[in-house]
Each structure stands twice: as C-alpha cells, then as structure tokens.
C-alpha cells in the first residue's frame, strides 16, 4: 500500500482503475445525463419532405418574374395546406396554393411567399417582385439525412440530444449505466437522523450529504445508514455494499485513533490497499482499497473534508465509470477579496464563493474553514486550490480556484 501519496498520484491510481460501466437500455428521458453507448444513424431524412419555413402562398418562380411594385402579377389562389396536411392540387401556371409554416410544399410550386410580401383576397394573391426558385423552401434533410451518424457513442445526452432521439422515434436507447455508490456511516458516535440527541451523539450528516453529491452527478445513491466501530459489523455492511456497488464510500474512521477500522475492514473483505493518506488538507486521511473492478473509498468523517474529498476523488471516477471524457473541475484565476494567512506544506482547499464581474474573477472566504464545520459549506461554489507550501495569501492577490458547478473539462 502506497502512504502519503499526491493529489495528482491519487487520482492518477482512481483514474487508472475505474472501468467504464457497460451499456444498457433505458428509457428516452432517464437517458438524459447519461453517456451514449452506441452511435445513433438516422433512418430518415428530416424533413422528409419539403417544407414551407413561412406562412404564406407557394407560387411557381417562373410565374414572378418581372413583377414588381408597378407591376405586380396577380395569382389564382387554388388550394389551401395548414401543417400536417397535404394538397393533391398539381400547380399550374398562374396558380398559388395558401400554404402554412411546417406545411409540405405542394407539387410544381419551388417559392413560398410571405404573407407580407403579398396582398391577397380569397381567390387571388398580388406579388410584387421575382423570385428565383427554391426562395423559402426547406430543403428535405436540410437538419438530417437519412444515414447520417446524428449522435456518436461518448455523446453526453441532455435537452437538444434528447430531443434528436424524439425525432427519430426512439423511445429507448443505449447508455453506459449509471454507477452505483453505496454510502456507509462509521462510528459509535452515530445516530439515525430521526433519532433524538443522546450525550456524546451526533446525527449522520455525511451519508446524506454524499447522497446528495452523487445524485447531482447522475449516479445512483445507496445509503447504507450508520454502523458502529466494530469490525465485524463494517465488513457485514461492505460485504453486502459490494454485491450491488460499483464504488463503496465509507465515512469516518481512516485515521489513526483506537477505533478507526476502516482499513482493516477494506482488506477483511477481500479489498487490496491503493494508499492511505494523501498529502491535502483537509481529507487527509483518505484510504482506498479495490476489490476486483470495484472501488472502496474510505473518506475522513469530518463532513467538511468528506465533501471535499468527494469532489476531488469520487467525482472524476463517479463521471468516467459514466462514460465520460471530462471530469476534472474547471480551474481558473481569481482574485482574492480577504487574508488567507495559513501556510501549510500540504495541498489545501479553502471554501470560496467566487463571482465573476468585468472580465475577472473574484473569491470571498466564508468565515469557518474547520473541516469539522459543515455550515460555511453552504453557499459556496468554489474551491480555492492552495499549493502546498504557498503562502500567505492577501486581498487582491491571484489565485486558482475550482468551481463546483461548472461543467467539467478535459485534462
Ligand atoms: N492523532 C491524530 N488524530 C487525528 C489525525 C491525525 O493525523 N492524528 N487526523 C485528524 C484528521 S485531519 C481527520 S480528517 C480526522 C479523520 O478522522 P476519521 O476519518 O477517523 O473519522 P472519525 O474519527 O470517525 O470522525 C472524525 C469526526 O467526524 C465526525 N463524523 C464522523 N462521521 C460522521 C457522520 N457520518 N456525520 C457527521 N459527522 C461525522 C466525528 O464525530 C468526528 O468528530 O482525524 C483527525 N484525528
Ligand atoms: O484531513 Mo482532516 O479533514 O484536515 O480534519
Ligand atoms: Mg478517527
């Protein structure tokens, strides 16, 4: 087992033994989040048949030339084609047929006609200029054609993808499945969240909290609940945790105290060591075991540095067991609005709420940054990423910061 690694060794280790999740079938909507497993090729052309982009009159080009506003020309109106309908009147010369946006553009017209451009009664429509053909006709797979590969397989799928697999009648359609992470709460001094205070007791925050993280990615949470520092009893949890996970994250006891379990317990059930401790603050602590394709993520329990932890290390292998290609937080340079004096020889991430405003960015500090404090949590959306031995920070200063809500990037 490797000790006291880096941030980047750890997540290289993660990276390197997260194995993208295999393809299933599932509904058009709980698709959506989710990376395509298959390459989607159009078995039509859309449109698929020539359309009017405009509400207006088809007319036959050759009938409009030479019109103009001394000299308009004056059409036989012959039919009419609200969308979804279609005329069965053949145009002939001198005819127009009223026609509506969506509409399949009738036989022998090649123009459409505004109705703004026109002055029209019942029977007759006057067009005041020429027109060359094919003016205001939407070509037939002018947005798709049939054989095209309209999505390929890696596509991340939201709204416009999803609205690409409506056209194309899929009610179903190949995804990498969504990983499966199973949470359990160590520590004697738990308590379920409906029970009341006891002396000594806490209620379990971070089962809930990293519920919440994984759901925000799209993956499928398992709570677990609360279990006690007692080896016989963690290993009875992870043993049924990893019959139906494909990452285990467990909280609490990965560090050094009498009844900080979490290791043995990895290795009790079959799990081999990656590392223990990675030189950061906070989450110091951190151990990871795997077993077989399965990952076992033992996180500090301290809420603060169990949510931290989680946004470095479980995220990017929550997101690339999706499928995806892109799972690191976007990094950039801001400004810092106040003092961060603490100078450390370990990697830190500071709570920050950055903002962006005329071309730069800017980060304020909440005031708690103990990685026991779980309410400075709240209302940040970024993380002021301090390189080891860097230091001290002062207002105005550059810094890097990650931001938690943006979409990820490439690295
Ligand atoms: N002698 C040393 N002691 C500690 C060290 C060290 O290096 N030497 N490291 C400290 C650091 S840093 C951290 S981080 C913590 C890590 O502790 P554990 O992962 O073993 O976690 P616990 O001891 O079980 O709990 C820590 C803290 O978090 C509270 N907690 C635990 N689970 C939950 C939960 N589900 N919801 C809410 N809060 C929870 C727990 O009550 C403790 O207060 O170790 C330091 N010690
Ligand atoms: O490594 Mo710990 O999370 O700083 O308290
Ligand atoms: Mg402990």
Known sequence: MRINITLEEALEVLLKESTITEAV??????????????????????????????????????DTKGASKDRPIILKVIDFVPAGYISDKQLGKGEAIRIMTGAK?????????????????????TIYQAYSAGTNIVRIGEDMEKGDIVLQKGTVIDAPEIGILATLGKGYVEVCRKPRVAILSTGDELLDIQQPLIDGKIRNSNSYTIAAQIKKLGAKPLMLGICSDDIEAITGKLKSALTWADIVITTGGVSVGDHDLAKEAFQEVGGEMLFWRVRMKPGTPIAVAKKEDKLILGLSGNPA??????????????LKKMGRTKYQLMEVKSILKSDFTKVSNQNRFVRGNTYYRDGKYYTKLPGK???????????????????????????????????????????
Do not use: C, W
């Not at 079938?25 to 039509?44: F, N, R, T």
């Not at 540095?305 to 929550?318: G, K, N, S």
């Not at 390189?387 to 990650?402: L, M, S």
């Open 25 to 62: 079938h599932v509904p058009l909507l709980d698709a959506q989040g989710s990376v395509l497993a298959e390459d989607i090729v159009s078995d039509m052309n859309m449109p698929p048949f020539k359309k009017s982009p405009l509400d207006g009159y088809a007319v036959r080009a050759e």
């Open 105 to 125: 553009i009738p036989e022998g017209a090649d123009v459409v006609v505004r109705f703004e451009d026109t002055e029209y009664t019942e029977e007759t429509v």
């Open 305 to 318: 540095a169990a949510y931290i932890t989680f946004e470095q290390f479980v995220r990017p292998i929550i």
């Open 369 to 411: 940054h103990s990685s026991g404090v779980l309410t400075s949590l709240s209302g940040i959306n970024s993380l002021f990423y301090i390189k080891a031995a860097t230091g001290p920070y002062k207002k105005g200063d550059e810094i890097t910061v990650q931001l938690l809500n943006h979409p990820e990037v490439l690295k």
